[in-house]
């Protein structure tokens, strides 16, 4: 059985469609490294969560710059009202230049984001965390996607 993190991504997205494996495909390597092999398996600090941002943010820019055509299939799957939608939410919630924006300031901002999203700071049931896990990661790695770093940044791109 698949973890919770991987059952409420894929309940997420729409079936097949490349942002439900790309998210899919992330996740389930984070599990793997975490060790997670049950539903009893979670985060042990805040500072778990954002690491995962981090290496979300990296790993969605990392795969934008090596396949692109993955990429270039997933916008296409999307509507432009809803890309334009996601831009402005980072413009709004991280400034005029997203890709400026450090990985401590962008998980900081998009944890208050989620929070404000649904009420998460309510949250009392291991589901609703696993959501919101699930719904911070999915902004980080939609963040390294249409905001990418560039090495001046700080960011240096590797393959894999």
């Known amino acids: 059985m698949a973890h919770p993190l991987l059952r409420i991504a894929r309940l997420k997205y729409h079936e097949g469609c490349v942002e439900q494996k790309l998210v899919l495909k992330f996740l389930n390597a984070r599990c793997i490294k975490e ?5 009893e398996d979670s985060f042990a600090s805040d500072l778990t969560l954002a690491r995962w941002v981090r290496d979300a943010r990296r790993w969605a820019e990392e795969l934008l710059e090596y396949d692109p055509e993955s990429c270039n299939t997933m916008f296409e799957e999307d509507t ?10 980072f413009r709004r919630e991280l400034g ?6 450090d990985d401590l300031e962008a998980t900081d901002a ?3 984001w989620a929070k404000r999203l649904r009420g998460f700071e309510f949250s009392q049931y291991r589901a609703q965390l ?6 911070v990661v999915d902004a980080a790695l939609w963040l390294g996607w249409m905001f ?3 090495s001046a940044d ?3 791109p590797r393959p894999g």
């Open 110 to 112: 998009l944890i208050k």
């Open 154 to 156: 700080g960011f240096v």
């Open 80 to 89: 432009e009202e809803s890309i334009q939608s996601v831009r402005a939410l």
């Open 35 to 39: 060790g997670f092999s049950s539903e």
């Open 148 to 150: 990418p770093r560039t």
């Open 130 to 135: 696993w959501e919101f896990v699930v719904i």
């Open 96 to 101: 005029p230049d997203p890709a400026r924006v």
